[in-house]
């Protein structure tokens, strides 16, 4: 697609195709298969796939490939798969490119999931594992050996808003010969910038900023056409995990206002950060885009925010914490986030409940920590919720 468009004109018209009617707004095709005109045709279809050509849809569909090209576009990459979900993609794209006797980098804070995929199901394969504090560049460099064949990390992660220096892992890790596979559904597509510092895959859960309304489960792995039409398509035809075309359609027309809602939801979360900075309930705000935070420089030297979630740290421990959460009331308390209703989350007893508590510590996740995904609604109110709740936190 047209490759000099702005991203605001990439997420409104990148991978359009239009049907035999000339519609308007995209076609949802919900079919599995596609007829053939021959049975040459059909042999020939199985021999080697066009461009614009389908077989079965857990191979490829329209509504699906309209997607796959509009959101790579966006991101900056060649290419895209689309999945069933983020953790399709994440375990997808890792089961795709690893093999037995391979050594992984990882991050250590990382999505539970994300951990399970490593440290339980690869590792059971032979994939060995190594985790390093993502913010210490010195342990990314020394953690890597000349048999590492990848390193995986979220950008930001979630729920302690940490900062992985990217551009300097992706070039640490190229040094040696690995590929870098970023996680990067916080950083949200619209401030994505993992093409930019060259990381070879960066996978996206969907369900986050591109649905953007809670209503559905997806994935993208984007990476090189070579990578991503190669070893990963392969992979995922075989096992299943292919978006289907009701989800890309709806994701296909939530992309064309992603760049509104995610500006507004992180223009919002920077205004919040600032109205709560000193809140005398709160030991803490992160948010990468706030000075405040101790990586705040690195986060806008490639961006120009930090997306649209936030962390405050409630004084008073989990009793605090509870009745500020309690006492929420147009914020609601739940565990998904970049939806358009604000959402906090109390990540020790929920998303990060089964962690040892050592581990809850070395990532900082307290009892008084609460994870605020900033939604659409007038920030004067959601700040105005947060303060009520705040003066109920005992
Ligand atoms: C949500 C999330 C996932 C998993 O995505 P699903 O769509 O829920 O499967 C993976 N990584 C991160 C960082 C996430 O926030």
């Not at 080697?48 to 309209?66: C, H």
Request: glycine letters at 8%; a negative charge.
């Amino acid at each position: 697609m047209n490759s000099q468009w702005k991203p605001r004109t990439k997420a409104v018209h990148s991978g359009t195709r239009r049907s035999q009617y000339n519609e308007v707004s995209e076609a949802v095709f919900l079919t599995q298969g596609f007829v053939y005109e021959s049975a040459e045709q059909a042999e020939a279809r199985f021999q080697s796939l066009g461009d614009d050509e389908f077989i079965y849809a857990r191979y490829g569909n329209p509504t699906v490939r309209m997607f796959e090209d509009r959101i790579s576009a966006l991101l900056g990459y060649e290419d895209c798969f689309a999945c069933t979900s983020g953790m399709a993609a994440v375990s997808g794209a890792l089961t795709a490119l690893l093999k037995a006797g391979d050594h992984v980098v990882a991050a250590r804070a990382l999505f539970g999931s994300c951990l399970y995929v490593l440290e339980d199901i690869l590792a059971r394969f032979g994939v060995e594992i190594t985790l390093v504090d993502g913010t210490d560049n010195a342990a990314w460099d020394a953690a890597l050996r000349s048999d590492t064949r990848l390193v995986f990390f979220e950008s930001i992660s979630n729920p302690t808003l940490e900062v992985v220096d990217m551009c300097h892992v992706v070039k640490a890790a190229h040094a040696v010969g690995a590929l870098v596979v970023v996680d990067d559904a916080m950083a949200t597509p619209v401030y994505s910038y993992a093409q930019k510092c060259g990381a070879d895959i960066a996978i996206i859960s969907t369900t986050k900023h591109v649905d953007g309304q809670g209503r559905l489960l997806g994935g993208a792995i984007c990476g090189s056409r070579e990578l991503v039409r190669g070893p990963i398509e392969t992979y995922m035809k075989h096992t299943g995990g292919a978006m289907n075309p009701f989800t890309a359609w709806t994701h296909l027309k939530a992309l064309e206002t992603i760049d509104l809602r995610v500006r507004a939801q992180s223009d919002a979360a920077l205004e919040i950060a600032h109205a709560l900075s000193d809140h005398p309930k709160l030991s803490a705000v992160r948010y990468p885009s706030h000075p405040g935070h101790p990586q705040h420089e690195l986060a806008m030297s490639h961006s120009t925010s930090a997306g649209t979630v936030l962390a405050l740290e409630v004084k008073g421990g989990k009793a605090a914490c509870f009745k500020f959460l309690n006492a929420l009331e147009i914020i609601t308390i739940s565990n998904n986030f970049a939806d358009a209703k604000s959402i906090a989350t109390h990540p020790a007893t929920t998303t990060h409940q089964r962690l040892p508590q050592e581990q809850k510590d070395v990532l900082g996740i307290s009892e008084g920590l609460v994870r605020l995904s900033v939604g659409l609604e007038d920030v004067s109110d959601i700040i105005a919720d947060l303060r009520q709740a705040l003066d109920m936190a005992g």
